[in-house]
T-cell receptor
């Protein structure tokens, strides 16, 4: 596609509910990232995929957070038993190349705004 | 470790004023440096980047120079417009890892 597409754009979840956030990266992009952006803060790294392999998940805040990219394109971020502190914008980004060049630009989607009540 | 510190906002300027948003960084290895902009209700968009020391990134009248000696990448624009109102994020990507590290963002409002 022309850009990174995320859905849903807005999600209100009751505390304890499970949510799934979808990311459609730019077609052909190898690298895919998930970031969490709290209100008034910069994005914080969650996890990174190269094709279908999850190479770095060091930023996932707890074992309630799980991400997958089974066919190396679309990715899903799942949050189980949501808590109020999970309320944030979840940003997906993709890049055309792997980690070999730090100059590679990553392109962000518009984000999924999650509010846990 | 890797981190980015940028000046706190909010910043309010009159149209045609000069803009500087300070950004300094700490990094392992030789990072690339970026400025991203976020307009209300939208995702992050790349504004400009520089991949090595003394490089100057520029776009839409914005400029930033990669200064290794001062570990800085300050964003400047000579004459801001109302349409520049947004949140600006400084970021780095180390050549030893996959992550982008972002500053906390600086909100800019330009008034006519």
């Amino acid at each position: 596609g022309a850009g990174v597409s995320q859905s849903p754009r807005y999600k209100v979840a009751k505390r304890g509910q499970d949510v799934a956030l979808r990311c459609d990266p730019i077609s052909g992009h190898v690298s895919l990232f998930w970031y969490q952006q709290a209100l008034g803060q910069g994005p914080e790294f969650l996890t990174y995929f190269q094709n279908e392999a999850q190479l770095d998940k060091s930023g996932l805040p707890s074992d309630r957070f799980f991400a997958e990219r089974p066919e190396g394109s679309v990715s899903t971020l799942k949050i189980q038993r949501t808590q109020q502190e999970d309320s944030a914008v979840y940003l997906c980004a993709s890049s055309s190349r792997d980690r070999t060049s730090s100059g590679n630009t990553i392109y962000f989607g518009e984000g999924s705004w999650l509010t846990v009540v | 470790g890797n981190s980015v510190t940028q000046m706190e906002g909010p910043v309010t300027l009159s149209e045609e004023a000069f803009l500087t948003i300070n950004c300094t960084y700490t990094a392992t290895g030789y990072p690339s440096l970026f400025w991203y902009v976020q307009y209300p209700g939208e995702g992050l968009q790349l504004l400009l980047k520089a991949t090595k020391a003394d490089d100057k990134g520029s776009n839409k009248g914005f400029e930033a120079t990669y200064r290794k000696e001062t570990t800085s990448f300050h964003l400047e624009k000579g004459s801001v417009q109302v349409s520049d109102s947004a949140v600006y994020f400084c970021a780095l990507r180390s050549n030893t890892g996959n992550q982008f590290y972002f500053g906390t963002g600086t909100s800019l409002t330009v008034i006519p």
